[in-house]
């Protein structure tokens, strides 16, 4: 079925497998239905196979996971009918999950564990153990106008104060802790002849810890305008909570690997710092494996594709896991 959240927008669909009265809780198969596409993208970008290679855009990211889903859940009911399992597809995902992660979260804590249909990590397909959290913030900075020839002494900048804030958030990154602050997007001012009365700036904040996200949250709003005629307004905050590598979920990557051997293959495991809705679910404390789908690259490219020759053996080990895991 398609769910709504509860503001009306976007959708998620929803199928529920096995026997829901049974004494095991679900697992999640978690993944999304959107990509970073436009419309019209297929008659530039046509899918098509060459090299034992599957093109075409999202196959990737990732439609070729939910495919592997719906394959590793006709393997499962051939010898599992009563593995009570839930698919979620969000629509949403590539935009922030901002309306089904309230749905994803509900449905998230019925369940034992969570498995993200998102492209397994590097050619080798690791899975995918822990995520950075993100952030998005955006700082609006008020100056005071004035004409740059005539009164320049009377003007603020929006734009001048901008520019020395840029250099103190861009020293927050600590590349040690995998702490990264990005000021991406900028923009500010009329005319060259006018001193600027507004400035604003866009940030991507990357953190491995919750600990670290506060951290870094706190330093941002503590940010002080070195012109006291300037004012400055921030808000935003951390969007996807970071997945950590919990015990959970290394136990649960400890059975991945114990039954990829024995499918022929060795597993890896892998951290990124792009995050997905496995950070949701992982932050309630579902033990959550990232990375179950194809093996490619290009995600987001216009090379976008799949290694056809991983889709069985990745695909087998998705449905071995939702029957072994307890």
Request: glycine share 12%.
């Amino acid at each position: 079925m398609t769910r709504h959240p509860r503001d009306g927008s976007g959708g998620v669909l929803e199928a529920r497998f096995g026997n829901p009265q049974g004494e095991r809780k679900p697992v999640l198969l978690l993944g999304h239905l959107d990509t970073v596409w436009p419309i019209g993208t297929l008659a530039r970008m046509p899918w098509r196979v060459e090299n034992g290679r599957a093109f075409g855009p999202g196959v990737l990211d990732m439609k070729a996971g939910v495919v592997m889903a719906l394959e590793a859940m006709r393997l499962v009911r051939e010898v599992d009918v009563d593995r009570p399992v839930v698919l979620l597809l969000s629509g949403d995902e590539e935009m922030g999950s901002h309306h089904s992660r309230e749905l994803i979260e509900e449905i998230a804590k019925e369940c034992r564990a969570a498995f993200v249909l998102e492209p397994a990590e590097g050619p080798e397909g690791a899975y995918k153990t822990a995520r950075k959290g993100v952030g998005q913030f955006r700082l609006e900075i008020a100056g005071v106008p004035s004409h740059s020839g005539v009164d320049f002494g009377a003007g603020h900048s929006a734009v001048r104060e901008l520019a020395w804030q840029i250099e103190q958030i861009s020293a927050m990154t600590d590349l040690d802790r995998g702490t990264t602050l990005n000021v991406g997007v900028v923009g500010g001012g009329t005319q060259s002849n006018v001193v600027a009365a507004a400035a604003w700036a866009e940030i991507d904040l990357r953190v491995k810890t919750v600990a670290d996200a506060e951290a870094v949250t706190r330093k941002l709003k503590g940010l002080k305008a070195r012109d006291a005629q300037c004012i400055l307004r921030l808000s935003g905050g951390l969007n996807r909570p970071p997945m950590e590598r919990t015990s959970s979920t290394a136990a649960l990557f400890a059975q991945a690997k114990e039954l990829a051997a024995g499918l022929g293959f060795a597993l890896e495991e892998a951290a990124t710092g792009g995050g997905s809705d496995g950070n949701f679910t992982s932050a309630l404390g579902v033990p959550t494996l990232d990375g179950v789908g194809a093996i490619g690259n290009g995600a987001h490219a216009e090379n976008e594709s799949i290694r056809i020759d991983s889709l069985v053996t990745r695909t087998a080990l998705l449905a071995a896991m939702i029957v072994t895991t307890v």
